[in-house]
């Protein structure tokens, strides 16, 4: 469970970027974080991983605050960042390897996980390569293996469907929804406002640092135009 | 030509940290240069005097230019293969409609460019000088200044050609990794020949000597012969108050613009085929099935080192610019001085072995030891870069659940361990010079040595945290185009002044070991702590 106590953050005087948001992420939740651009969607994901400080307020992962307790709350989630061009240097295995000795998992478990998730995303015949020589999917998929190694409890993806092909989309959705449906939090932020529809269980709309709307997509109808699709009633709410 | 300076600004501007210089900002770096301009000032005036009293003084021009030459072409091979070969920008420009010449010459400026930068500080404090202490006029200023403008073009025009040749002509061209390594072998054998070359200059008989020294500057010919542009700037400079002076002026300047345009036309004609080749970077690695590959569990932090030296391996110009002159640089220095040794009759090195015995046994010995290990710990960029090279991915450190303070352990645990090369070196070859040097001697220097060490790795990562170059479009900038550099020479400046204080100040062996020691050892304390306690702050640039 990710709770949000009342958090804002300012890059300049004078401007929130993101602005007294107050709401939290069930287990067993996917939640869909959208918003037009520069509107804090990114800024919010970065205070949750620990990348950027709150300036008040705080967040709280399974009990325990990012703020107080850094190290510990960072083992509790795993996170897909927008930018797949990490350690490029490395081999796909290399870079499993490392991370599953942060997490300090096992011999015999990352074996068989690595294993597992490289067959399912289909890049088990590249995990000897550099990653510097994969396409910008694969690249987000070794990202995402990496992020799964651990079978965190709060998984949090900054815009995890750019650069997949249709099947890895396909791919990452079924594991999304597999995920919270063995008790574990999805948070997500996209542009893909059909992904959102199809995925989510519930929508979290922010724009200029406040959030406008929470709540299921049943709702958001009820709310604004009973038969209008995500993408009319998102033009809505953020124009 | 307004494309042409359209273009070299912004690859320019590019190349450098455009974040704005705030006044403070500006006030450090303007007492950074006047402090290492006024280290070159007090050496340089040393040699002139020295030499005005021998009647030797352009022998100093000489040295200047052809220790700069060496420096520009050496400097040349890395950043030319890096900005016309391997930065990000050639895939932006070459679907612009623009020539490929006016991009090449662009790129070939900003070459010049840099180097103008690095002739601000290395020649310009000395040329003043020289000009002061000989009472020149204003035309030797003027002169001077045309130099300083010409002279980088034949270094620069030349060793581009050269790197163009090589890129064209080596099949292996796809392999990006391969051509870099193959241009570092290039400069290796490059510099240790001329190393050798200067040595073999070494080798005049003492008549010849004799007949130069008594001769005005009759030693400049060992040095002025060396390469044409330096006749030609060093005769400008010392004939400028007459027509010989003018007459190799203005061959110079017909020379330079006559080079830079032949030599741009050249480099063009070769350049656009051989980087739309490299535009492609296919590095695929040998097939091994999963059974092969390892699993193994690792502690954190062989883990964590590991992917440190992966990181700088892989990457040739990390290489380059952080590995290679920890280890080259001993060997450079080194060579002469065992060939010189070699040289020497047997009554001379049972003097030399005598000096250095003694020597070895009193502070300033030591002191004198540890500046030339701590001179090479300055060429050691790892600790330095160790948060810019992970680029705008450096937030990564910010999300795995590792604490900042112990991360920034590892991150300087590289460095440390190269810097043991420079102080096995000179352990290694002082024994081989003094096989009877004391233990006692041996065990001091490596502790102080090994106490800087670490304090110095850990500055250089504040200094790294403090400004972080994560925007960069090539590895090149990292290194080379980081103002970072700058802190790092004026630490370890700064540090030099330290050791040697308290070598004078402390005659007492011991005492000074001591004093040296508690000083490092509160240092590194401090240092920790200070980093303990902001780490937050710290890691705030990076997000």
């Known amino acids: ?239 | 030509m307004k494309d042409i300076i359209l273009l070299t600004k912004i690859l320019f501007k590019e190349s450098i940290n455009t974040k704005k210089i705030t006044f403070g900002k500006f006030l450090l770096f303007v007492f950074i240069y006047l402090y290492i301009a006024g280290l070159i000032g007090y050496v340089s005036y040393e040699i002139i005097t020295s030499l005005i009293q021998i009647n030797q003084q352009a022998v100093f021009l000489g040295i200047c230019f052809v220790d700069v030459l060496v420096f520009e072409i050496v400097q040349t091979i890395f950043s030319s293969l890096n900005i016309l070969f391997f930065s990000n920008d050639i895939q932006y420009l070459m679907p612009l409609p623009i020539k490929p010449i006016k991009i090449v010459i662009a790129k070939i400026n900003c070459l010049i460019i840099s180097q103008y930068i690095m002739e601000l500080v290395l020649i310009l404090p000395a040329m003043i000088l020289y000009g002061y202490l000989l009472n020149a006029g204003i035309v030797f200023y003027i002169m001077g200044l045309l130099i300083m403008i010409m002279f980088p073009v034949f270094p620069v025009i030349l060793t581009t050609i050269i790197v163009t040749l090589i890129m064209k002509f080596t099949n292996i061209i796809k392999n990006k990794d391969m051509v870099q390594y193959l241009s570092v072998g290039l400069t290796l054998i490059f510099v240790i020949s001329i190393q050798l070359l200067n040595t073999s200059n070494n080798s005049i008989t003492n008549e010849e000597l004799a007949n130069m020294i008594v001769e005005t500057n009759g030693l400049l010919s060992v040095y002025i012969n060396f390469f044409i542009t330096i006749k030609l700037a060093v005769n400008s400079l010392v004939n400028y108050n007459n027509f010989m002076g003018i007459l190799n002026i203005v061959i110079l300047i017909l020379a330079a613009a006559s080079v830079y345009i032949l030599g741009a036309l050249l480099i063009s004609k070769i350049y656009i085929k051989s980087v739309t080749k490299i535009m492609s970077d296919g590095i695929k690695s040998k097939k091994k099935s999963f059974n092969e590959m390892t699993f193994k569990k690792a502690s954190i932090i062989k883990s964590y080192v590991k992917k440190e030296f992966i990181n700088l391996n892989r990457n040739p110009i990390f290489f380059m610019q952080c590995i290679l002159p920890s280890i080259l640089f001993p060997f450079i220095f080194g060579i002469p001085v065992f060939l010189s040794y070699k040289d020497m009759n047997s009554e001379d090195i049972n003097m030399l072995k005598h000096l250095l015995i003694e020597k070895s046994e009193t502070s300033i010995g030591i002191a004198v030891g540890l500046l030339i290990v701590v001179f090479f710990f300055m060429m050691n960029f790892i600790s330095v870069t160790s948060i810019s090279r992970d680029r705008n991915n450096a937030n990564f450190m910010k999300y795995i659940p590792i604490d900042l303070e112990k991360q920034c352990v590892y991150k300087l645990i590289p460095g440390i361990i190269l810097n043991f090369v420079p102080i096995m070196f000179f352990i290694v070859g002082f024994i081989y010079l003094v096989p009877s040097i004391s233990v006692k001697s041996v065990i001091y220097f490596v502790i102080l040595a090994i106490l800087i060490n670490i304090f110095n790795n850990y500055m250089m990562i504040i200094v790294d945290l403090k400004n972080p170059k994560l925007e960069w479009m090539t590895e090149y900038a990292v290194v080379k185009q980081n103002i970072n550099m700058f802190f790092q020479i004026a630490i370890i400046v700064l540090e030099f002044g330290i050791i040697m204080f308290l070598g004078f100040k402390f005659s007492n062996l011991d005492m000074y070991v001591i004093s040296v020691s508690l000083l490092y050892i509160i240092g590194i304390c401090a240092v920790k702590k200070y980093i303990s306690k902001n780490k937050n702050k710290l890691f705030s640039k990076v997000m």
């Open chain 1, 1 to 239: 469970m990710i709770e949000f106590k009342n958090i804002s953050k300012s890059y300049t005087k004078n401007k929130k970027s993101v602005n007294n948001l107050n709401f939290e992420v069930k287990n067993g939740e996917i939640f869909g974080f959208l918003g037009p651009n520069g509107a804090g969607k990114t800024t919010t994901i970065k205070m949750i991983t620990g990348i950027l400080e709150i300036d008040s307020g705080d967040i709280i992962i399974d009990g325990t605050s990012i703020t107080e307790k850094p190290v510990e709350t960072k083992k509790k989630f795993g996170y897909v960042p927008d930018n797949p061009d990490i350690f490029l240097k490395l081999k796909g295995i290399e870079y499993l390897n490392f991370l599953a000795d942060i997490y300090k998992i096992s011999t015999a478990e990352r074996k068989e996980r690595i294993e597992e998730l490289s067959k399912q995303f289909g890049i088990y015949e590249n995990l000897n390569d550099r990653i510097q020589s994969y396409s910008h999917g694969m690249k987000q998929k070794i990202i995402v293996i990496g992020t799964l190694l651990h079978n965190p409890k709060n998984w949090i993806l900054d815009e995890p469907m750019t650069g997949l092909d249709p099947k890895s989309a396909h791919d990452l959705k079924v594991m999304m929804k597999k995920h919270s449906s063995e008790g574990n939090t999805v948070f997500f932020s996209t542009h893909v406002l059909e992904v959102a529809e199809k995925l989510c269980d519930r929508i979290g709309i922010i724009d200029k640092g406040n959030l406008i709307f929470i709540g299921t997509y049943e709702e958001m109808k009820k709310k604004f135009k009973e038969n209008a699709s995500l993408e009319e009633l998102f033009l809505e709410i953020t124009e």
